[in-house]
């Protein structure tokens, strides 16, 4: 702490210097729900007093002779105000510091200090004074860092459930839901914002932004804004237009970066751009975007959560119509721009919309995933939830974008020879399924409600897929949306699965056909299954059959099929998704009719165990088992298992088998420790040489507490 004298008429002896400050952390943090945050900064929410113990050197302070004050700097803009009396009125929206009767005890001085409830988000300089009528010093003792106040009610961010605020703010742990509507699996994230270094990353995330280059004063006055730290955040997460966190990149090969599925924790991608001089991070894909937007916005005093959107449409002509092409043979094309994700991951701030209303108030879909551009930028939102539902698409903002990712038609078409040759409309299945983790539960809380009206607006009909309780998505019989209707009437063809499809299993499935006409038809069945990625891109088939049948007037055909897992076990990851299109042939009219359906397989799980349980303590040695069982039903060879655990130890470990029989366990057992603490994660990946993707993929949840102190 550097001392700067200010004189107006000579030195005067014996006066009261300032000899350290004692920032109170500990208790500042615990009052402020910020322990944790930072071993740097003291670390305070807005609006909210914090304590300061000044020391004094040579005498105590007088205060009638003497003010005592305190400067606040953020960039250029500062303000100076006295330690008053806590008697004596102050303005709340200005800083102010007080004193109660009791707080000078000699030498030691404590102060109660409290910023405006709209303080803009940032690292502020703090500086004491103390002057008299001769002269003034200035003392510079250090940094404290402010964030939004969700605990306060006046805050724009105030979310008044406490056990949400305990889910939304301070917990660092979460699911991110991935595969399909019909087989959809949590997979856990660590957000990580209480690992080191990561606040002072997000704090960085906004000193680098172009806002803040182009307009230093302007960006330090919007930061009071939620919705313009939700903007800016979420163009910085992606590096499209910045300097920012994450390279996407969605095929191909991830040499030179980290392939997005290895992903498991957003402390490890923020320290690794904070450390690289703000070079961006590769690679990421929607959910790596989401989750780690979800980390810098928590870490700010934002409420957020990671949002799974299951069959998220991207239109990008507004048209509110996704054309989807398939071959006579049940083959799906990759001809048109738009697409239909099996899930797409996005984020959701909670917000009062001072801008737009009360209507507007609440959770907000805010996507970093760069697709489309936003006023030039690539960032969508901050768009209110109920603006989506309620169809108000002018409202702030990216509304049309989002209502189309959640409510968009599917036009599907069957071309041969260059021509259209038969035609369907699926009006059910974008955003057939919404959802994120549920508070204080591992379950899923669906909130598709939340963006579409139960009763159609477009006038929909039929049921949808068999969707579930409101927090769960367990279901033994899906279906197709609906079926699928010759144009010419009569024939109609739907498409189910039996159970829930596995990577270990045959894949078991029933075309059925009903002929409402009075005439009998002689039909061929095309049945065609192909891998393709979540984002809507179709690969190679892998397994196809055809048959010709007869069908009477008014019957109904229930023709069942069953793919072996020879058929796709050789080269099936454990992230990809299954497409069966059934095209059924009317031999005399020449018309088609199609019926599709996609899902994920589940794969066979990695058995993960902590001795003494999964709560551990920091600083302890720990052995953690992990262990494959082959339920295959064949020999595999070259089996490999890998283990990973940011936070918990350095690298990977490995435990290989040249050949693993039916029913035979492979093992590694690991030592861990966790050196700081909140929530770990153990990934476990399993593979073998028979198989060119990864194959399984676990993960094992882990709290650590610090202990006695």
Known sequence: MQPTAHYTRGLIENQCRLKYVNFETHFNHI???????????????????????????????????????????????????????????????????????????????????????????????????????????????????????PWLEEDPVYLPAEEQREEYVRSDYGLVYMGSN???????????????????????????????????NQDYILRADPVYLCRVICAMVNCNDDQGILAGKWHGSYQGGVNPTEWSCSSDILQS???SDCSPVRYGQCWVFAAVLCTVMRALGVPSR???????AHDTDGSLNIEEYYTSRGQKLSLSKDSVWNFHVWTECWMRRLDLGPEFDGWQVVDPTPQEKSAGVFCCGPCPVGAIRRRHLTARFDAPFVYASVDANIVRRVVSHGRVVGTAV?????????????????????????????????????NGPNMLTTKGYKSAYYSSPGPAADASGGLEVSLTLDGVPSMVDSIAMCVVVRNGSTSPRLLVQHLNAQLKKFNGVAQDCFWETQQEVQIMPGEVLKLRHRIPPSAYQSFLADDDIVNVAAVIKDLATKHRVLATQEFSLSSPQISMEIEGGSSIQMNKE???????????????????????????????????????????????????????????????????????????????????SAGCL
């Open 31 to 149: 009052y402020h729900e910020t322990l944790g945050f930072s071993r740097e900064h003291l670390v305070v929410r807005r609006g909210k007093p914090f304590r300061l113990t000044l020391m004094f050197d040579g005498r105590s302070w007088n205060p009638q002779t003497e003010i005592l004050g305190l400067r606040i700097w953020l960039g250029n803009f500062s303000q100076w105000f006295p330690v008053q009396a806590a008697k004596q009125p102050s303005n709340p929206e200005s800083w102010s510091a007080k004193i109660h009767p009791g707080d000078l005890h000699g030498q030691s001085l404590l102060v109660h200090i409290c910023s405006p409830v709209r303080s803009s988000v940032g690292a502020y300089g703090l500086e004491v004074t103390i002057e008299t009528a001769g002269n003034r010093r200035s003392y510079a003792v250090g940094t404290l860092v402010v964030l939004c106040n």
């Open 306 to 312: 990671v949002v799974t959107v299951f069959n998220a």
């Open 622 to 704: 720990h052995t953690a088992h992990v262990s494959f069982t082959n339920t295959f039903g064949k020999t595999l060879s070259g089996a490999t298992l890998t283990v990973e655990g940011s936070g918990l130890f350095h690298g990977k470990h490995e435990a290989r088998v040249v050949l693993l029989p039916p029913g035979k366990t492979m093992q590694k057992n690991i030592s861990i420790t966790a050196y700081s603490p909140g929530t770990k994660l153990l990934m476990a990946t399993f593979s073998h040489s028979g198989c060119q993707a990864t194959v399984s993929r676990s993960f094992h949840k882990i709290s650590v």
């Open 182 to 216: 019909l087989n959809p699996s949590g997979r856990p994230w660590s957000f990580g914002q209480y690992e080191p270094g990561v606040l002072e990353a997000c704090l960085k995330l906004l000193q680098v932004s172009p806002q803040h280059l182009s307009d230093v």
């Open 273 to 275: 751009w904070a450390l």
């Open 426 to 462: 699926d009006t059910e299945s974008v955003g057939s399924f919404i959802c994120t983790k549920s508070v204080d539960s591992d379950a899923a809380e669906n909130l598709t409600p939340a963006y579409k009206s139960l009763q159609s607006h477009r006038g929909r009909q039929g």
